[in-house]
């Protein structure tokens, strides 16, 4: 990831920009601050992500999500070794301006790396729909909500999400790097998964398309 200092004038975030406008501006040129980052460098000013390199699609999930999450890196209580370098000049009304921002960004399914492996997409299509009970292992669909839309605030959607990224954060939990989940749901989860069950999981919803959301 690239760190940028700008050196252009820029709007206040006490001034007369809206928080939407401010939530533009940190995502496309970073707050001003020695060493800020664009949030674009990674994941594009549209939200869309780079699944190159495994930057999440973060365009139309919740504000309340987003926000969360940033704050949970900057605490360190999410594991997100190139984020927790990144967020940290972010102050909480940058948080909340480029948490609204994406919120209400709209970006096309990017292409992912590779075409999907089907036989892999209907492995996690059962696991994501159905199950694998023997292993107390539930639906994936009962927390992230039908087709993998997400149930705002708390569940983020992760259909269409980049198949890496999805995967990377599967093998957090696993390995316990990430701890963030509440009553380490996801934990157990993941670490019941088989390594090719995590796969199939993360291949079968970057398959999807991600919802559309009409947001206020």
Request: aromatic share 6%; charged share 20%; glycine share 10%.
């Amino acid at each position: 990831m690239l760190l940028v200092t700008s050196l252009v004038a820029v709007p206040t975030a006490s001034g007369a920009a809206s928080l939407m406008d401010w939530g533009r501006h940190v995502a496309e040129a970073g707050n001003g601050r020695p060493g800020s980052t664009a949030c674009m460098e990674c994941h594009r000013l549209d939200g869309g992500g780079m699944p190159s390199i495994g930057a999440p699609r973060i365009a139309g999930q919740p504000e309340q999500y987003i926000a969360r999450e940033i704050r949970e890196v900057k605490a360190g209580k999410r594991y997100g070794p190139v984020m927790a370098g990144v967020v940290q000049n972010l102050s909480p009304r940058d948080i909340r301006a480029v948490a609204l921002y994406y919120s209400h960004a709209k970006s096309p399914k990017l292409p992912d790396v590779g075409p999907p492996d089907p036989v892999l997409v209907a492995e996690g299509e059962h696991i994501a729909t159905r199950g694998l009970w023997k292993k107390n292992i539930p639906a994936c669909v009962q927390c992230h909500g039908p087709n993998g839309y997400g149930v705002p605030p708390l569940f983020p959607f992760i259909a269409g999400q980049n198949r890496t990224y999805l995967l990377r954060q599967l093998m957090a939990y696993a390995f316990l790097k990430r701890q963030d989940d509440p009553q380490g749901l996801m934990r157990g989860i993941a670490r019941r998964l088989t390594m090719t069950q995590r796969k199939a999981v993360a291949e079968y919803f970057s398959s999807l398309k991600p919802p559309v959301r009409d947001v206020p």
